[in-house]
Nanobody
């Protein structure tokens, strides 16, 4: 099975930036859709972005489009999420996940990391 580990979370003020990383360990050798999701307390898990490891096509949710950038380093087997112009609404636990087909639905992703906390102060 695939193991995913997020890192890079922390606290930042409004307008700041943060880079999250998702390192993957797997015995499989096929392309996947790597996704980032976030979940604030009492809220539903929200899709943030997804990138295809095959051709690095990227897709973004409306709430982060233009502010966040997802990227992939296949040699390092790591997916990144560069977050800019952060605001308090971005405060959440951020998770990376992997799926065999493109989807924005959290339950369709079979593999998940443990999450990394992002806190943005007003």
């Amino acid at each position: 099975q695939m193991q995913l580990v997020e890192s890079g979370g922390g606290s930042v003020q409004t307008g700041g930036s943060l880079r999250l990383s998702c390192a993957a360990a797997s015995s499989a050798h096929y392309n996947l859709y790597m996704g980032w999701f976030r979940q604030a307390p009492g809220e539903e898990r929200e899709w943030v972005a997804t990138i295809y490891t095959g051709d690095e096509s990227a897709f973004y949710g409306d709430s982060v489009k233009g502010r966040f950038t997802i990227s992939q380093d296949n040699a390092k087997r790591t997916t990144y999420l560069d977050m800019n112009s952060l605001n308090p609404e971005d405060t959440a636990m951020y998770y990376c996940a992997a799926a065999p087909l493109f989807t924005t639905v959290a339950q369709d992703y079979p593999y998940w990391g443990q999450g990394t906390q992002v806190a943005v102060s007003s």
